[in-house]
C-alpha cells in the first residue's frame, strides 16, 4: 500500500516550492508524482499542425520526489505523517502519526 496516492492534498515540506499546496494529479513510478501546481516548469513546444497543436511556450508540472511532499492534515491544518494500521475486519487503512485519524473514509 503506498502512503500518497492519486487524488490525496499534499504539502510540499522542501525545495524550491516548500509551503505549496496541490492535488496528486498521478504517480510516474513508485517514488515520484505530479503534484497539481508544483514544480511548474516553461516548456517551448513547437506547433504541430497534424495534431493541431498550437505552438509557444506552456507551463507543465513536472514530477516530483515523495520524499519532498508530505500529506496534509486537515484536522491540524499541517502536513502530517502516514502510518497503517490494520482494522478488526482485516482491512489495511492509512493513518496519521500525529493524531490517529484515518486518512480514507
Known amino acids: 500500500m503506498q502512503r500518497i496516492k492519486k487524488g490525496d492534498e499534499v504539502v510540499v515540506i522542501s525545495g524550491r516550492d516548500k509551503g505549496k499546496r496541490g ?3 498521478r504517480r510516474v513510478d513508485a517514488e515520484h508524482v505530479v503534484v497539481e501546481g508544483v514544480n511548474r516548469v ?15 511556450i506552456v507551463d507543465k508540472d513536472m514530477p516530483i520526489h515523495v520524499s519532498n511532499i508530505a500529506l496534509f492534515n486537515p484536522a491540524t491544518q499541517k502536513a502530517g505523517r502516514v502510518g497503517f494500521k490494520s482494522l478488526d475486519d482485516g482491512r489495511k487503512v492509512r493513518v496519521f502519526k500525529s493524531n490517529g485519524e484515518q486518512v480514507d473514509a
Open 23 to 25: 492535488t496528486v494529479l
Open 42 to 56: 516553461k516548456k517551448h513546444m513547437r506547433p504541430n499542425p497534424m495534431k493541431n497543436v498550437t505552438g509557444g
